[in-house]
């Protein structure tokens, strides 16, 4: 199992990539750069931080990341049971579109396929949530008579749609997959809901976090997600405060 050290380093380097890419934002900016050359230099500047550090402190580790191959720093994934899984830059639509919050670094490690540590960073809020100190149920209060389902600002999926008419809620506009997963972590919305396809990186950090602090976590079957697949894609995830889930899981199931 994930040690302390391995917490420990998931928030630290989550951090790390949220402040280079805050600054690289703001220099960017300044400089008068296109929103294309905001994402392009965003993925490369954190996945080239968080490549060196894990070869540095986890060199006998695979990597997985969204920015390409990390077999020339790292062993093969496929031949090792720890995995480190990230995502250097998740909504770099948001990233580019300064001054918006709602853009994440996602940093995880799985074992033997279940996510064990992880960390994501919202740099643009100041916060970093992770499985090195999670919080707990307890802190988020009841659950409101109309649950808040999470959806993307520019196409809420059909599935989060019928949802939030099953449980009478309302909906959250916000962007990155990692922004709306840590917003139930927050307290912030209720159910996170995704059908529309995403990759491992787009929700490893982000289970491994809400599972530590006891949320539900799920595939849209009922079963956990699990990763470091020969194809890391993985369309669906259920994140949701377990109050609701036997509820959602109807709907989606």
Not at 49 to 76: F, N, Q, T, Y
Request: charged share 25%; hydrophobic share 45%.
């Amino acid at each position: 199992m994930a040690t302390s050290d391995d917490h420990r380093l998931a928030a630290k380097l989550a951090m790390r990539a949220g402040v280079l890419l805050l600054e690289l934002r703001g220099r960017l900016v300044a400089e008068g750069a296109p929103a294309t050359t905001l994402k392009d230099e965003g993925d490369r500047a954190a996945h080239d931080l968080l490549m060196d550090a894990l070869a540095e402190s986890r060199p006998d580790d695979g990597v997985l990341s969204e920015e390409g191959s990390a077999h020339d720093v790292h062993p093969d994934r496929a031949g090792v049971s720890r995995v480190w899984i990230v995502d250097p830059l998740d909504g770099t639509r948001e990233f580019s579109e300064p001054p918006r919050t709602d853009w994440a670094v996602h940093v995880a490690l799985a074992e033997d396929g279940r996510p064990t540590a992880g960390a994501v960073a919202l740099p643009g809020l100041g916060l970093t949530l992770s499985t090195n100190e999670a919080g707990t149920l307890d802190d988020l209060g009841p659950v409101p008579a109309a649950p808040r389902v999470v959806v993307s600002r520019s196409r809420p999926p059909a599935v989060a749609l019928a949802v939030a008419e099953a449980l009478d809620g309302e909906l959250v506009e916000m962007g990155s997959a990692g922004a709306k997963a840590m917003a139930v972590a927050r307290g912030e919305v209720d159910v996170y809901v995704h059908a529309g396809g995403q990759y491992e990186w787009d929700n490893c950090a982000p289970a491994a976090v809400a599972a530590s602090m006891g949320l539900h976590v799920s595939r849209l079957d009922g079963s956990p997600p699990t990763y470091n697949h020969p194809d890391p894609y993985l369309p669906d995830l259920l994140v949701c405060r377990r109050e609701l889930a036997s509820a959602v899981l109807d709907v989606v199931g």
